[in-house]
Nanobody, 111 residues
Framework: QVQLVESGGGLVQTGGSLRLSCAAS????????MGWFRQGPGKEREFVAR???????YYADSVKGRFTISRDNAKNTVYLQMSSLEPEDTANYLC?????WGQGTQVTVSS
């Protein structure tokens, strides 16, 4: 059974940092792109970041320069380092890859 399990969310003040992790199991994702979406309260799901199998990364304009995506293929894990967090970053952050989705980890940024 393929699973993506996120962790690392929590409550942080404006300007703070968090590191999210997404651990995959059931198959290797080393040859596939992986990434993050988020869904804030009352909002649609939106793209955050993506990393290809070769390590090339892409970001939404709203997080560029503040968030960094990385991956460890040996651990079948993708990370999202988030810095300079703003209340607008409050959302459930979901990991995805080739049609598989995690349940998400909640990030709340207080003002």
């Amino acid at each position: 059974q393929v699973q993506l399990v996120e962790s690392g969310g929590g409550l942080v003040q404006t300007g703070g940092s968090l590191r999210l992790s997404c651990a995959a199991s059931g198959r290797s994702f080393s040859g596939d792109a992986m990434g993050w979406f988020r869904q804030g309260p009352g909002k649609e799901r939106e793209f955050v970041a993506r990393i290809t199998s070769s390590g090339r990364d892409y970001y939404a304009d709203s997080v560029k320069g503040r968030f960094t995506i990385s991956r460890d293929n040996a651990k079948n894990t993708v990370y999202l380092q988030m810095s300079s967090l703003e209340p607008e970053d409050t959302a459930n952050y979901l990991c995805y890859s080739i049609g598989y989705w995690g349940q998400g980890t909640q990030v709340t940024v207080s003002s």
